[in-house]
């Protein structure tokens, strides 16, 4: 017998049916989206921001909340636009917007203001209504280093544009928590305080309740038990996990995969053991916080590269890029990358490989970003 029934059920880009235990969460962003949707003046434009640790939620939340509005508002759109598939360049993010909204008001040749101009014009014309989300938002705060950042243009729309009514009737930026504490000095993100949405870590029970409910939709009736799923919310319910769901599933799948290969048709706590110790996490937060903070920050750089590039290796060129902007933000002197770079690969984190390229060993990019950033915070 067969272990899954549907193993896509597992994946983080998955939309679960419901949102457990955060009912509260999500009624205060629908109820801030909607004092934008339902203004009664032509020129508000409503803003929230969403804060939360790595799988806690953020983007699920902002996507169901988004797809409830679009069922009963029906002139209003929702647009969900990850910040981090972008480059820094607001313009890359104006004509992804524009493009996807208006085609008709879209030439390659306008200029970021142009864009955003079109688009309010045939959104006015149009009569559509839009919501935007901008997920991953600290990521583009960071990598702007001081220029303007598309927040400063959608919180001040009514600054920038003369065009009324103004039909994008509400914002949403998502951060991760560290990142949104060490932005606060920034006059666009200070600006936002009011309307924050904090989604806390979840607890053991939490994370407990939402994998049973998903672990039911993937597994085979009685291929996973209670016990398996308490065992796994306890350990991800715990640091260096804190609450995060979406390594909860890649256990759970992982785990899956290993009871079917050994001919099984239940999963074990040995193999959510065995998913543990083979699966992204496999070195140690101690090992980490004994690098010298240069290796750290050349670490995170090339997790950062990595994961911009969505594949598992990066250009040394562009983790070089990477590397020395994260200098020139914290005041550190960008010297010893190379040197840094080699010992990483004696230590095994990484691996060079033909043609300038590193490759990212052992470890998950997105779990080492959030350690190394804590590590470096604190170091
Ligand atoms: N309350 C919940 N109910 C059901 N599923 C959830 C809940 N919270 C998180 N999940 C699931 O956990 C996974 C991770 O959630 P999500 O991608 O929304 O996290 P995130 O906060 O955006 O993380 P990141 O900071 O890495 O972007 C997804 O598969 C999502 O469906
Ligand atoms: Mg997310």
Not at 6 to 27: G, M, T
Not at 61 to 79: D, N, P, Q
Not at 303 to 330: D, G, P, Q, W
């Amino acid at each position: 017998m067969p272990v899954f029934v549907d193993r896509a059920k597992l994946s983080s880009s998955h939309l679960p049916n419901k949102l457990i235990h955060r009912e509260k969460e999500k009624q205060l962003l629908t109820n801030l989206i909607l004092s934008g949707v339902e203004r009664s003046s032509d020129s508000f434009v409503a803003k929230a921001v969403i804060i939360g640790g790595v799988g806690a939620g953020k983007t699920t939340l902002c996507l169901m909340v988004g797809r409830e509005i679009e069922r009963t508002h029906k002139e209003t759109k929702h647009l969900y636009v990850n910040l981090r598939r972008f480059s820094t360049s607001r313009v890359s993010i104006y004509r992804h917007i524009v493009k996807t909204i208006s085609p008709e008001a879209y030439s390659p040749s306008l200029s970021a203001e142009e864009l955003l101009e079109n688009l309010l014009l045939s959104l006015k014309q149009s009569r559509e209504k839009l919501f935007v989300t901008f997920d991953d938002a600290d990521y583009h705060v960071s990598a702007s280093k001081g220029r303007e950042t598309i927040i400063y243009e959608f919180t001040r729309l009514h600054e920038i544009s003369d065009t009324r009514p103004i039909n994008v009737v509400a914002v949403v930026f998502v951060f991760r928590d560290q990142s949104y504490g060490k932005l606060l000095d920034r006059p666009e993100i200070s600006s936002l305080g009011a309307n924050v949405v904090s989604l806390p870590p979840y607890n053991k029970q939490q994370i407990f309740d939402i994998i049973s409910e998903r672990a039911d939709e993937a597994f085979r009736k009685g291929a996973v038990s209670h016990d398996v799923l308490e065992f796994v919310a306890e350990i991800v319910s715990e640091p260096p996990y804190s609450g995060d769901v979406r390594f909860a599933l890649d256990l759970l799948l992982y785990a899956g995969n290993i009871a079917e290969s050994r001919g099984l048709d239940v999963v074990k706590i040995d193999d959510v053991r065995r998913a543990v110790s083979e699966s992204s996490y496999s070195f140690s937060v101690a090992e980490l916080a004994e690098l010298p903070e240069r290796m750290k920050a050349v670490l995170l750089s090339v997790a950062k590269s990595v994961l911009r590039m969505n594949t598992s290796s990066a250009a040394v060129a562009e983790v070089r890029k990477t590397y020395e902007m994260f200098c020139e933000i914290h005041g550190l002197p960008g010297s010893g990358f190379e040197k840094a770079l080699k010992q990483l690969a004696l230590l095994g984190y990484v691996r060079m490989l033909d043609g300038g390229n590193v490759e990212l060993l052992r470890v998950d990019a997105r779990r080492l970003i959030e350690v190394l950033g804590k590590l470096l915070k604190n170091g």
